[in-house]
């Protein structure tokens, strides 16, 4: 079990479009319509971890045209993203829009995310610990995955608030924004790579 709780932080922690966008909010929004972003992030990493658990993922991804289109669909997704981030100048925040993203955005971002896929799958088919009682270890599994995915995804948050009250140079914020989109490049790719 101790495994499987390092693993999750350690999946979790590293940047990918959850955290970094959860970021992104807090740079650019505040606290507020961070909160509420992160909700709906956390909402959608239960309907893919249900997704996984199910087959249904399993299901979808075994015709060959369709895991293709999705894959792109989602590449294109968060290229379009790394882009916003990478030519964000010296804005940190790199979620630029009329409104606050919203519950519904982070709900919305995480069905698209392939590394949602790929750290549930990991997650949930590996680390057994409780092999004869396979339901029991599933619920075990997801009470000690939201333990953790709740907290880290809430510091990356308070991270981009607190970038957002810091006077950076603006040298300082295109840096900032350079290594997101780098990671968020660093995740597409190996999500692509993974499927080829």
Request: glycine share 10%; net charge positive.
């Amino acid at each position: 079990m101790l495994e499987f709780a390092a693993a999750v932080f350690f999946l979790i922690i590293t940047p990918g479009p959850g955290v970094l966008s959860a970021a992104g909010v807090g740079a650019g929004y505040g606290y507020r319509p961070g909160i509420a972003y992160v909700a709906g992030l956390w909402a959608g990493n239960n309907l893919v971890a249900g997704l996984v658990i199910s087959g249904v993922a399993a299901a979808v991804l075994s015709f060959p045209w369709l895991r293709a289109l999705l894959l792109w669909g989602s590449a294109a997704y968060l290229l379009w993203l790394a882009a916003k981030i990478a030519f964000a100048g010296s804005r940190i925040a790199f979620i630029h829009a009329e409104r606050a993203p919203n519950f519904w955005n982070g709900l919305a971002l995480q069905p698209i995310n392939p590394k949602a896929y790929a750290v549930n799958t990991a997650l949930f088919s590996g680390f057994a610990f409780m092999p004869h009682a396979l339901a029991t270890e599933t619920w075990i599994k997801f009470l000690i995955l939201n333990a953790i995915w709740v907290p880290i995804h809430l510091a990356w948050l308070w991270a981009g608030v607190t970038l957002r009250r810091l006077d950076l140079a603006a040298s300082v914020q295109r840096a900032i924004n350079a290594g997101m989109a780098l990671a968020m490049l660093t995740v597409v790719g190996l999500a692509v790579h993974a499927q080829l």
